[in-house]
């Protein structure tokens, strides 16, 4: 049974440190998925105490939309209303809960229905998430059996990957900014792997507890044409109702000019959704130690401690780089799986298992 004060600790940590919600404020929680209600009802408690004015609760489910894409023709895929961005846009803040029951609900969807429905709601997913926002899962079932664990060992797994001390990993993710952002090219060599990330000149941001729980990375938008070679993401993933083992991508001049998976009828559907979705948004490091190997998830799986992430897609308005798109995946590389090096403009920072240059000892 999962630890009650546990998650009224979570709650109090969404509603008080990562959204800070003041009085009078108009909050939305998504529930994706029945089974986040638990969650859901600690953090409306919390928004209450807290004083929030309006606090409107939303569920959906992937047997619904599953029905939706079966029937729906494309005045109803590509139906979104004014008063749907109105509503949005009434919104400070939206907190987000994943608690899938079928993970693999939509796979048999048509990519060019999910599309253009994807497209269709970007207006409104890009007004939500200008305000203040908190992605975070609830521990069920169906992801505890994704991440090959027991019910019990899962959810105090997420749990405690949640509740560390924010503001103490934020001075740690502040002084790796500190030397990063001097940076101009991020060179990545190992396994199946040499690519070169241009990085010159872009924004730095932190991740300690705002906008994802569990967090823990630093991340950054690449050069729009600045990345080139090869890498091989090592980490097993899970997107759009599709698995992916590993996927291997190689660029020129910033966009995918050739992948191979396990999976590589979905990958290259994936990847041909938009204009946007063969090049990168994001490039990040992940520091949470807490998470030391995969779920098949991406939100914990991409805060990986001693990992990289590139998402294809979407760039994020805090550190923008052009790229526009309905997709935003994140891929991840582990660093020892890949018997990896990392190369800061052309030094050696890191070597297989640990950071080697004395300047970054503080995140081994």
């Known amino acids: 049974m999962i630890d009650k004060h546990k998650l009224k600790k979570l709650a109090d940590i969404v509603v008080n440190y990562s959204l800070s919600i003041k009085k009078g404020e108009r909050v939305l929680l998504r529930g994706y998925g029945f089974e986040s209600y638990p969650l859901i009802k600690e953090i409306y408690e919390e928004c209450v105490k807290a004083g ?5 609760v939303k569920f959906s489910n992937d047997e ?17 209303s004014e008063l749907d961005k109105q509503v949005a846009d009434s919104y400070d803040a939206m907190v987000q809960i994943l608690a899938d029951t079928n993970p693999y609900e939509l796979k048999e969807v048509d990519f060019k229905k999910l599309n ?3 497209e269709a709601k970007k207006p409104l997913s890009d007004i939500l998430h200008k305000k203040r926002w908190c992605l975070l899962a609830y521990p069920n079932n169906t ?15 997420i749990l405690d990957s949640c509740l560390l001390d924010w503001k103490k990993e934020e001075k740690l993710q502040e002084k790796f900014i500190e030397l990063v952002k001097k940076v101009k090219k ?26 994802n729980l569990p967090d823990g990375e630093i991340f950054t938008s690449p050069i729009r044409n600045g990345v080139n070679g090869f890498i091989k993401y090592n980490v097993p993933t899970h997107y759009q109702s599709h698995d992916f083992n590993w996927v291997k991508l190689t ?7 050739e992948e191979e ?9 994936l990847l041909d959704t938009d204009k946007g979705s063969r090049h990168f948004g994001e490039f990040a490091f992940g520091l949470n130690d807490q998470i030391k190997t995969w779920t098949r998830q991406i939100l914990f799986d991409e805060k990986m401690g001693k990992s990289l992430h590139m998402a294809l897609g979407k ?24 018997n990896a090096e990392i190369y800061f403009d052309g030094k050696k920072v890191y070597s297989k298992t640990k950071w080697s240059d004395k300047k970054y000892d503080f995140l081994n």
């Open 52 to 56: 929030a004015i309006q606090i409107d």
């Open 64 to 80: 619904l939309s599953k029905i939706f894409f079966k029937h729906a023709n494309e005045n109803q895929l590509k139906h979104l």
């Open 116 to 118: 253009i429905s994807q």
């Open 143 to 157: 992801s505890a059996i994704m991440a090959n664990r027991s019910l019990e060992e899962w959810e105090d797994f």
């Open 186 to 211: 991020i060179r990545i060599t190992g396994d199946e792997t040499d690519l070169e990330v241009s990085v010159d000149g872009q924004t730095w941001i932190t991740c300690c507890g705002k906008c």
């Open 251 to 257: 660029l020129k001049d910033g966009k995918v000019v």
């Open 261 to 269: 998976s396990d999976n590589k009828i979905a990958l290259t559907k």
């Open 315 to 338: 760039c994020y308005d805090e550190c923008p780089n052009g790229n526009d798109s309905s997709v935003h995946w994140d891929l991840i590389f582990n660093f020892k799986w890949a």
